[in-house]
């Protein structure tokens, strides 16, 4: 842990982190900045960028692409200045005007600055499992491909 960093201080960290997610709105994309550091690196299974302009821009494209899409924070795990979370992430695709909400099982690997705003974010999820098998045209191309690798 940081010196001077008090436990209390990542614990309220790491909640100020869940509770943004967990209210995540096109809005609240304005508050970003006061969650990750100017130079945050985010990383995710299709990106990966650096900066809070960055940042934003993947989460402006997600409400761009998605209809209400939304964090359920389930575990935290927190040591020293690193956490663990995971998640699901629920919606529904705009694309195919679907009804049918899509839930994506997953994990962030977080690293809080000593100020505790987060400095490195790393997403963890099967995006052929959790993403590509859903999709109408390439879904059964993937749960074939699936079929044949475990034969």
């Known amino acids: 842990m940081h010196p001077g960093l008090a436990p209390d201080v990542t614990r309220a ?6 509770t ?3 209210t995540l ?12 550091t100017p130079d945050a690196r ?16 993947i989460f402006e494209h997600m409400f761009e692409n998605l209809h209400q899409p939304r964090f359920v924070v389930t575990r935290r795990l927190l040591d020293g200045q690193e ?5 699901e992430f629920r919606f529904r695709f705009k694309r195919f005007d679907s009804d049918t909400e ?14 505790g705003r987060v400095s490195g974010h790393r997403d963890y999820w ?13 879904g059964s191309l993937m749960r074939w491909l699936r079929r044949r690798v475990n034969q």
């Open 25 to 36: 709105s096109p809005p609240s994309l304005v508050d970003i900045g006061a969650l990750y």
């Open 13 to 18: 960290a790491l909640e100020r982190v869940c």
């Open 83 to 87: 956490a663990f979370l995971v998640w």
């Open 126 to 138: 099967d995006a052929a499992e959790e993403l590509y098998e859903k999709l109408p045209a390439i």
């Open 102 to 115: 899509q839930l994506i099982h997953g994990g962030s690997h977080l690293v809080l600055a000593p100020d």
């Open 20 to 22: 943004f997610y967990e």
């Open 42 to 57: 985010f990383k995710d299974p299709f990106n990966e960028v650096q900066g809070v302009a960055a940042i934003t821009r």
